[in-house]
């Protein structure tokens, strides 16, 4: 077990040390170069050549590229070009925000993807099936950001019952120790912050658990379905073993494996739709510093974030594959 | 969903071995007989949700080509600007069905001409996402080896970086208006159709026919373009059919970003959503009617995607 956590982890840093290739050519393929992008409209030619020599664009490439790589491995991802703060630090104060929020979406999207597939799936064919595939069908093709406004429109605007911005309200004082708000708020006892704090993500997470909940119920109707007319579940049924028995051990354990993949899939799935989300809901998270990112062309931000992300991406792909081994215990010899 | 299947006929998991040129996988080509495309198509042709896919994507696609002669204005055009007030956007009346928008663009037009552009994106996109993905997996599935590595490394380098950031990323290279966004989305989806293809083929390549083939003396370059190719682009049109349902909500995303470029007034649905974010609590419907046309349209292909893949799966046929 050990052994594969340690291949995976080095398999990683190929894939990161090309990530890193291709975004720093990215940003030399940006139309003008680093430093009109730097510059933005004040791009005069004496200040082009400035910056230019000022970075060190002028060198040739593959010494800007050990520059740049040398200045990753320190943590040093750059600075961004509307706060003036260093991209890290940028990443650091947003990230448990996200994080919080897709916790929340990954929750409601499994428990309740899960539930629905497997209801479905034990009445094959029945209209609480073929209601549960179409709304997973549907779930799928409303776009994030369009269902983000209509519960917004609804729940927040109209109805007022949740708030409609942001992740606390201006008048709690909440201590913070995680930055993971609802924790925080557990944690020191503040209850009333915790609430608020629930109440901020109850929105923004439903928007973003949809596409998720579709897929995820769908694999789980789908693989039961196919568990549950299979000859070891009849063999189990067969030697008497009590229902419920047969269904934890034996149907749910074989069903949810192709499950655990899907959901380790989602992960990007959930970190696009959070920089719609986030920006829906004024969320002040990655997503929706990266969205003003693009609008205002924050090229170090973009860079540094892409960068982060796919870390965070690759880091949590590797957390399902070896979950794998605790769900199947036949994929554990490997 | 409740179709029954027609009577159990033998799983045919290889079409017959096609004709040189590839083009067997038309669904209606007499000389197939009972090929998996015509039993696929006469599947589809009994499933309700097939049909309602079909019917939508129809619809659709003659609203797009119809648009300069359905919509009752032209696509710039401002016909109610001296009707709009900060606080007031006229709603439905006679003269505009569906109301105006903060530009005092009629919101029926506006609508129909964003459906030609969500055709134009959703297609071309797909078209150079399936083109671009077809040739990168022809390559790894074709040759294998250190070019299959090398390409498939490559592949899942782009399959490291979330989607839509890929898409920004792109979109942000190529410059601010839609043709960026066509290259985005058809780039983002190079890696899938190339894996898909690749792992088709290398499932192809084990089969008798192609052993067959081999034979009989063909090279290996014929057996892999006329033989191999064709008999795995199957589950690549599935894709194809559903990456167009993707394409349409992904331009809508970066429109939504504000990637799109271009001018406030044209017609695009996902920039008709951003619009509508500042005047959501006084014309909620600006922001409701794109949002239902982008969703129904996505709808229509996924129903379309799915039964195809479904029809087209003998697992599932077995099932029932």
Not at chain 2, 111 to 130: D, E, F
Request: hydrophobic fraction near 50%.
């Amino acid at each position: 077990m050990l052994r594969l956590i340690l291949r995976r982890l080095a398999l990683l840093v190929p894939t990161l040390f090309g990530l890193s290739v291709l975004l720093f050519l990215w940003v030399r393929a940006l139309p003008g170069g680093p430093a009109a992008a730097l510059l933005g409209e004040r791009a005069t030619p004496e200040a082009v050549a400035e910056i230019n020599r000022l970075y060190g664009f002028d060198r040739p490439l593959h010494e800007q590229y050990v520059r740049y790589l040398g200045q990753l491995l320190q943590g040093n991802f750059g600075t961004s070009l509307t706060t003036r703060r260093p991209v890290m630090e940028e990443f650091t104060n947003r990230f448990p925000a996200t994080v919080e929020l897709t916790i929340w979406a990954i929750l409601i999207a499994v428990v309740v993807g899960i539930a629905l597939g497997y209801v479905a799936a034990r009445r094959h064919g029945s209209l609480v099936d073929n209601a549960a595939v179409v709304a997973s069908l549907v779930g799928v093709t409303v776009p994030v950001f369009f269902l983000a406004f209509i519960l917004k429109f609804v729940f927040a605007v109209r109805l007022g019952w949740f708030p409609s911005t942001g992740r606390q309200s201006n008048d709690i004082d909440a201590t913070h120790y995680t930055n993971l708000y609802v924790l925080d708020g557990i944690l020191t006892g503040e209850w009333d912050a915790a609430w608020d704090a629930v109440l901020h993500l109850v929105l923004p997470a439903l928007a973003l658990a949809s596409i998720p909940l579709a897929i995820i119920a769908r694999m789980t109707r789908s693989s039961v379905i196919e568990v549950q007319s299979s000859d070891y579940v009849r063999t189990a049924v067969a030697k008497g073993l009590r229902p419920p028995r047969v269904r934890n051990r034996v149907l749910l354990r074989n069903a949810l494996l192709p499950v655990a993949t899907t959901i380790g899939l989602q992960v990007g799935l959930l970190l696009s739709g959070a920089v719609l989300t986030e920006t829906v809901f004024s969320y002040p998270g990655i997503g929706g510093f990266l969205a003003t990112a693009i609008s205002s062309a924050d090229y170090p931000v973009l860079q540094g974030f892409i960068l982060l992300i796919a870390l965070v991406y690759a880091l949590v792909n590797l957390a399902v594959d070896i979950s794998y081994g605790i769900i199947d215990p036949r994929l554990r010899t490997r | 969903m409740t179709a029954t299947p027609p009577p159990a006929e033998p799983v045919v998991d290889a079409a017959p071995p096609p004709e040189p040129g590839g083009s067997d996988t038309r669904p209606g080509s007499k000389r197939d007989g009972q090929s998996l495309w015509r039993q696929a198509f006469r599947r589809m042709r009994t499933s309700p949700i097939a049909i309602l896919g079909a019917v939508i994507v129809l619809a659709f696609v003659l609203v797009a080509l119809l648009a300069p002669w359905l919509a009752p204005y032209p696509a710039q055009a401002t016909p109610g600007r001296d009707l709009i007030r900060p606080t007031m956007i006229p709603g439905p009346s006679a003269e505009f069905p569906l109301g105006l928008d903060r530009f005092g663009s009629d919101v029926l037009s506006q609508l129909i001409w964003g459906a030609r552009a969500s055709l134009v994106i959703g297609v071309v996109s797909t078209l150079l996402g399936l083109a671009g993905g077809v040739a990168v997996g022809l390559l790894a599935g074709a040759f294998g080896g250190w070019v299959d590595t090398a390409v498939m490394r490559f592949v899942d380098l782009m399959l490291a970086i979330p989607s839509l950031l890929l898409a920004v990323s792109i979109a942000a290279i190529a410059g601010q208006n839609n043709t960026s966004i066509i290259i985005a989305i058809g780039v983002v989806q190079i890696p899938i159709f190339a894996r898909l293809l690749r792992g088709s083929m290398l499932a192809q390549r084990k089969e008798d026919y192609v052993l067959a083939a081999r034979s009989l003396g063909l090279t290996r370059g014929t057996v892999t373009m006329s033989h191999v190719l064709p008999n795995s682009l199957g589950p690549v049109i599935v894709q194809a059919t559903l990456v167009l349902a993707t394409a349409v909500i992904e331009a809508a995303a970066l429109s939504f970003l504000g990637l799109g470029g271009g001018r406030p007034t044209e017609a695009e649905w996902g920039r008709m959503l951003t619009g509508a974010q500042a005047e959501l609590s006084i014309a909620p419907r600006l922001a409701l009617l794109p949002g239902l046309c982008i969703s129904i349209t996505a709808l229509g292909f996924t129903l379309l995607g799915e039964s195809l893949r479904e029809a087209l799966d003998p697992r599932m046929r077995r099932r029932r």
